[in-house]
């Protein structure tokens, strides 16, 4: 037998509701789970011990973790630790943190080789649960789960890395913004060919040179930026400040298109990397 005590009457039931639908989309009529005291859930395996536990208990235990209580540990790490109190804050922070926890942003490397959360509760689970047994759920959670733990701080810092990283870039772009609001433009129409590099072009499809965009650069926008601002595309683009922007490109998440785009709001019109030509064409021919 397998009897599990909980602190919250809601948390039982949760458990208890859980392992009876397991049980029953497996069709298993080995196994029996009472909830006969509100705080108590006893699980009775007839036969196949290892097998149930491996298939009902540990699953059910695992998901039950992650809904009902990892975010509340994320956000008291959040606040007591890293001490972030407000509400957007932290909900924006806990939103990174379940990204990461889902294996999303592979890239960053402080999540690359994390072993997979459900992997480490369940392993931690495995290592526990020795039929027969009778255990406090809450003791478990508290001094059983130290590797998922330890893992689950890394994952919350590299969040909030993630996320002050966010606040300085919007930080940047609002900068930009701002700066770009103020100027006069110094053409109407701009186009710009995304073909790996950023080609420029004026209103009748004339490529504008490096060496002549360099010269509108306004020297104030590099040097009163917090962050560094590419010299061969934004730094160019945000000084003439054109009313109009057409880019034509194949790849719309390109993160320069996306900061573009962030800039000049609805000033930007994107457009497929095909379709250069034939405007290109039309205008000449007009």
């Known amino acids: 037998m397998i ?14 509701k859980g392992l009876l639908k397991k049980v029953k989309a497996l069709s298993i009529d080995y196994i029996e789970v009472r909830n006969e005291e509100a705080n108590v859930v006893s699980v009775f395996i007839s036969e196949k011990t290892n097998y149930a536990v491996q298939v009902v ?14 975010d509340n540990w994320i956000l008291d790490y959040i606040e007591n630790l890293f001490y972030f109190t407000d ?12 990204a990461l926890m889902d294996g999303n942003n592979p890239e960053i490397p402080a999540v690359q080789n994390v072993v ?38 890394q994952i919350i810092e590299s969040a909030i890395d ?14 930009l913004r701002e700066f770009r609001e103020k100027r006069e433009p110094k053409l109407d129409q701009l186009h710009i060919l ?17 060496d002549e965009l360099f010269k509108f650069i306004d020297r104030k926008l590099i040097l009163h930026q917090p962050m560094y601002i590419d010299s061969a595309v934004l730094a160019p683009l945000v000084s003439i400040a054109p009313k109009s922007i057409s880019i034509y490109t194949d ?4 993160g320069m298109i996306q900061t573009i785009h962030n800039i000049f709001l609805e000033n930007v019109t994107i457009y497929t990397k095909k379709s250069f030509e034939n405007r290109r064409l039309k205008a000449k021919k007009i």
């Open 3 to 16: 009897e599990m005590h909980f602190q919250e009457v809601t948390d039982a039931q949760k458990i208890y």
């Open 57 to 70: 208990i540990i699953p059910v235990l695992t998901e039950f973790i992650i809904k009902n209580k990892e």
């Open 251 to 254: 790849q719309i998440d390109n």
């Open 162 to 175: 993630e996320y002050k990283l966010e606040q300085e870039y919007q930080t940047f772009i609002q900068g």
């Open 116 to 153: 997979p959360r459900n992997q480490l509760i369940m392993e931690a689970l495995q290592d526990f649960l020795q039929v027969p047994i009778s255990f406090s759920f809450e003791s478990f959670l508290k001094f059983r789960m130290r590797t998922y733990n330890e893992i689950l701080l």
């Open 87 to 98: 509400f957007e804050e932290k909900k924006q922070i806990l939103e990174i943190t379940k």
């Open 194 to 210: 995304h073909d790996e590099q950023f080609y420029f072009y004026n209103d009748s499809f004339t490529e504008i040179k490096r």
